[in-house]
């Protein structure tokens, strides 16, 4: 069996702009959500936008207590 790695993808967030987090972990387009929640009857995106142009590390083990940032969860599982 494969093992997933769920290490926080580095993103350049822009001042602004909206972004939809990927909750469920069926996206291709990790971190972001592209959808795939619809089909395997997950919950929706997370919505956020940031106030500053700036360089984040966004979770992709969707067990941060910080949604969308990774806060080490992924080291836990």
């Given amino acids: 069996m494969e093992e997933k790695n769920y290490a926080p993808i580095a993103v ?3 001042k602004d702009k909206r972004y939809a987090w990927c909750t ?4 291709a387009n990790q ?3 592209d959808g795939a929640h619809r089909a395997h009857n997950k919950p929706p995106s997370l919505g956020f936008t940031v106030e ?4 984040a590390y966004l979770c ?9 940032y990774c806060d080490g969860s992924h080291n836990n599982n």
Avoid: M
């Fill in 31 to 33: 971190p972001f959500c």
């Fill in 60 to 68: 992709t083990c969707k067990k941060t207590g910080n949604p969308p």
């Fill in 52 to 55: 500053e142009d700036k360089q």
């Fill in 12 to 14: 350049d967030l822009e």
């Fill in 24 to 27: 469920c972990s069926h996206s």
